[in-house]
């Protein structure tokens, strides 16, 4: 490879000048390329864990989807949260973090604990309360998110709890 690597904001058409004031539609007309030390971490965060951008209506001009990074401290709980309307994939990097959330399948809500390892995937649905969870005491959870919406919705909650009546729509 004798191309040089591209640097942030270049995208895929290094002959355009970055220009302040860029309208969204020009950002959604070439490629971006978001380097690992470029992520943002001025989105929305949850005690416990550190929350950063990459790909998102504020980074790089996306309507449908918000991707990012997030990292958890060893021997940490996140807080509890739900992400809204926003459907949620998650990809473990590295670490091996554990999902928590309330199933009410049986009599009672149970707490259940997915423990996951690098190479993993989790789904969170749309409004479902949990909280991630890194055992670990020496090593930091790592995982890669990505949502149907174009920020990271998070809403902190008290507690966790199990979701009622969710409306088809």
């Given at each position: 490879?004798?191309?040089?690597?591209?640097?942030?904001g270049?995208?895929?058409?290094p002959?355009?000048?970055?220009?302040?004031g860029?309208?969204v539609?020009?950002l959604?007309?070439?490629?971006h390329?978001i380097?690992?030390d470029?992520?943002?971490?001025?989105t929305a965060?949850?005690?416990?864990?550190?929350r950063?951008a990459?790909v998102s209506?504020t980074?790089?001009?996306?309507e449908?989807?918000?991707?990012g990074?997030?990292?958890?401290?060893?021997?940490?709980?996140?807080?509890d949260?739900h992400?809204g309307?926003?459907?949620?994939?998650?990809?473990?990097?590295?670490?091996h973090p554990?999902?928590?959330?309330?199933?009410d399948?049986?009599?009672?809500?149970?707490?259940?604990?997915?423990?996951?390892?690098?190479g993993?995937y989790?789904?969170?649905?749309?409004?479902v309360?949990?909280?991630?969870?890194?055992?670990?005491p020496?090593e930091?959870a790592?995982?890669?998110?990505a949502?149907?919406?174009?920020?990271a919705?998070?809403?902190?909650?008290?507690?966790?709890?199990?979701l009622?009546?969710i409306?088809?729509g």
């Amino acid at each position: 490879m004798s191309e040089p690597l591209t640097t942030p904001g270049e995208g895929f058409h290094p002959h355009l000048p970055d220009a302040e004031g860029r309208s969204v539609r020009s950002l959604r007309s070439r490629l971006h390329h978001i380097r690992a030390d470029a992520l943002d971490g001025d989105t929305a965060q949850t005690g416990g864990m550190r929350r950063f951008a990459a790909v998102s209506g504020t980074t790089v001009g996306s309507e449908k989807l918000w991707m990012g990074q997030t990292q958890v401290a060893p021997s940490t709980s996140s807080s509890d949260h739900h992400h809204g309307a926003s459907e949620t994939a998650i990809y473990v990097v590295s670490g091996h973090p554990e999902f928590v959330f309330l199933d009410d399948a049986g009599e009672t809500p149970e707490e259940v604990r997915l423990r996951t390892s690098p190479g993993d995937y989790i789904f969170v649905p749309p409004f479902v309360p949990h909280r991630e969870e890194n055992p670990d005491p020496a090593e930091e959870a790592v995982v890669v998110i990505a949502r149907s919406t174009q920020e990271a919705i998070v809403v902190n909650l008290p507690g966790l709890y199990v979701l009622k009546d969710i409306e088809e729509g």
